[in-house]
């Protein structure tokens, strides 16, 4: 039987990923990327610098059998190490102990990794070649090389993995409107960095003398939540920390509007992040020369026309990234799709149907965690009445675990569908408010009423093997 042959747009973190799984089952697969090599070029970078991997894209790399590849070259963040105003810090760890763990790892690092994956498992890539056009009818797509010369080719089934900014989609969505709805956030983001240990001054780095080569403790995801902004910080493997100030992008102060120049924003930090800003030295360079990013949220009402195309990843669903889960839930998504294809390579419409079908009420469920999940960072990490339904829900989850689990654990440490999360999560919140009737101590509720209630109001969670 002739090989089936997929022309995959985008060969970013799900592009590579989803390439090397098809090509790993016998498609012919071929994948058209703007950007030059990077294993040859350098990454052009322009999302996050880093991200954190958890345990849907960890598993979907086992999957692949790329996983330990890749937690080589990450590290490991134990919880979020939460800076207040006046300079204390503490963490609050995000699972039981190390085997619920997140990762934080490079873009360019996995990007690279996942493309000599793709590559070994015979994928054809053709860099430098940005998809311009596409004719659905004729199954032949238009191509501008960098030097913005075009030329045509014909294509076989069609699959975008082009971003959120995606040109199949567009190309889609003239051809047959595909019910898309983009809701910016209105905060931007902008990324700073804390270079390692030993290239600051040794009177920064308290006595501990920093961790090692990192001037923050490595194993932890830095929040420095301040109302209605914040800044984050995850560890590179090198002993740097990328650190990423999320503000409104308009509007009253604090607000990138009100921050057009470093003087102005340097006087901010000095207010707002007192002990962060001497950790980046080099803070007039970076606020300069790093561009101000948007967020924004993607709904579509179809990912795929017919069988001839199909959106995944950030092309069918971005999301803001306070959850840390663009790329994982893109990765869950390789998973589903390689194995669809794979059962039925020739009924094309149908597994894209099928696709669709089971996973946009998964990505419009993280896309509404993700947006709840900001609030969370940027204020109710230090909210009182945040703190003590937490502790009232791990007094839950230790007394009663077949009925309770964090909703970020169920995301971030769980294969359950992000759909059955989110509505789990809304009925445990409920029912940690009714049982605290607004109270900031979780030592007050009685917690054999507690569990009594719980178990009489929620079935067991589902099993996780
Ligand atoms: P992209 O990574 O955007 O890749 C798209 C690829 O398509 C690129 O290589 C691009 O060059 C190529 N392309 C674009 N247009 C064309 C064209 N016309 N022709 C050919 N090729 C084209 N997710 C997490 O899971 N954890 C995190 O911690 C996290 N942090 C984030 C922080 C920030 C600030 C942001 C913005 C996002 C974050 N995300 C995170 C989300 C994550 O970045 C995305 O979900 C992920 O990159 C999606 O991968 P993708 O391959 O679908 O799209």
Redesign the pocket.
Known sequence: MAQQSITL?????????LAQQLARRGFAVDV????PDPRRAGF?G???I?????ER?LQALRTAGLAADVLQRAVMMRGRMVHTRDGRSGLQRYGVDDSEV?W?VS?AAL?MLLLDAAETSGVRFHFG????AADFDARRIR??DEQGKERSIDAGVLIG????????RAAMHAYAPLGERIEPLGHA?K?LEIPPAGTLPASLLGESGGHDQFALEPHALHIWPRGGYMCIA?PNTEGSFTV?LFLPGQGPHPSFATLPDTAAAQAFFREDFPDLLPLIPDFAQDYDSHPV?T?STLYLDRWHLDGRALL?????H????F?????????EDTVVLAALLAESPEDTAEVFAEFQRIRQPNANAIAAMALENYIEMRDSVADPHYLAKRELGALLAEQAPGHFMARYRMVTFTHLPYAYAFERGRAQDQLLQQLLRGSTDAGSVDLDAAVTALKATLPPLPSLR
């Open positions: 747009i985008g060969g970013g973190l799900v592009g590579a990923l058209y990327e703007k950007r052009i322009g999302r996050s880093n991200l954190a991997l958890a894209g997140i934080s873009r990007n070649q940005s998809l311009v191509l501008a993995a082009d971003g959120a900014g995606s040109a199949l983001y990324e995850l990423t990013g967020l995944i990843g950030d092309a069918a971005a999301i803001v990234p959850h840390g889960q663009g790329m994982n839930c893109g990765f």
